[in-house]
């Protein structure tokens, strides 16, 4: 079965951090790129980060960038997505996705695989 | 950074009604290049991921009912729903991947009347 599985989210104060974990099976993990999307409570989609198949292309929203860090081992079919300095507003369910490959190998850019989501609060 | 809106915010339909949810971009999302839009709608139900519904604006994910279709090119896009079901009741969101940041429309939820 191809799946993505979360882990790492918990309680974390102000200005602490976290280590999230997304683990793959089922696929070939070495050929996909992967994006990270959080939901905070009760809100719509925000996009975070994305990282190549190689790991050696990254992007950032604006609002993680400079805090967050994304790293992938292929030989562990893992990405990581470091967290430093949260804030409240980090709040949220942090999923990863892989980037969908059409027929021929052509990138799609949508996201057709997700994780169930590692809950993420930040609090004091 | 493209700014996706959703119209409308959430939406009432009978059972055997069609839905329809409109999305616009503040610019083209159409690559040139292969004359692909990078437009994608998801599903989400309660407690659940999202579900790739559309991608490429118009073409179906695999195994999604034929009930589902995407429209649309350049900046404006429709997701319809032409006989719902009520397994259909979710938010449902428009993404675009033309550029980074990629940028989500703010949801539509749809409901039964």
């Known amino acids: 079965e191809v799946q993505l599985v979360e882990s790492g989210g918990g309680l974390v104060q102000p200005g602490g951090s976290l280590r999230l974990s997304c683990a793959a099976s089922?696929?070939?993990?070495?050929?996909?790129?992967i994006k990270w999307v959080r939901q905070a409570p009760g809100k719509g989609l925000e996009w975070l980060s994305y990282?190549?198949?190689?790991?050696?292309?990254?992007y950032f929203a604006d609002s993680v960038k400079g805090r967050f860090t994304i790293s992938r081992d292929n030989a562990k079919n893992s990405v990581f997505l470091q967290m430093n300095n949260l804030r409240a507003e980090d709040t949220a369910v942090y999923y990863c996705?892989?980037?969908?490959?059409?027929?021929?190998?052509?990138?799609?850019?949508?996201?057709?695989?997700w994780g169930q989501g590692a809950m993420v609060t930040v609090s004091s | 950074d493209i700014v996706m809106t959703q119209s409308p915010n959430s939406l009432a339909v009978s059972l055997g009604e069609r839905a329809t949810i409109n999305c616009r971009s503040s610019?083209?999302?159409?690559?040139?290049?292969?004359?692909?839009?990078?437009l994608a709608w998801y599903q989400q139900r309660p407690g659940q991921p999202p579900k790739l519904l559309i991608y490429?604006?118009?073409t179906r994910a695999s195994g999604v009912p034929d009930r589902f279709s995407g429209s649309g090119s350049g900046t404006d896009f429709t997701l319809t729903i032409s006989s719902l079901q009520a397994e259909d009741v979710a938010v449902y969101y428009c993404?675009?991947?033309?550029?980074?940041?990629?940028?989500f429309g703010g949801g539509t939820k749809v409901e039964l009347e």
């Open positions: 996705a892989r980037v969908m490959i059409a027929s021929g190998e052509v990138i799609v850019g949508a996201l057709d695989v």
């Open positions: 089922g696929f070939t993990f070495s050929h996909y790129e």
């Open positions: 990282i190549s198949s190689s790991g050696s292309s990254i």
């Open positions: 610019q083209s999302v159409l690559f040139d290049s292969n004359n692909k839009n990078y």
């Open positions: 490429w604006a118009s």
């Open positions: 993404q675009q991947q033309y550029s980074t940041p990629e940028t």
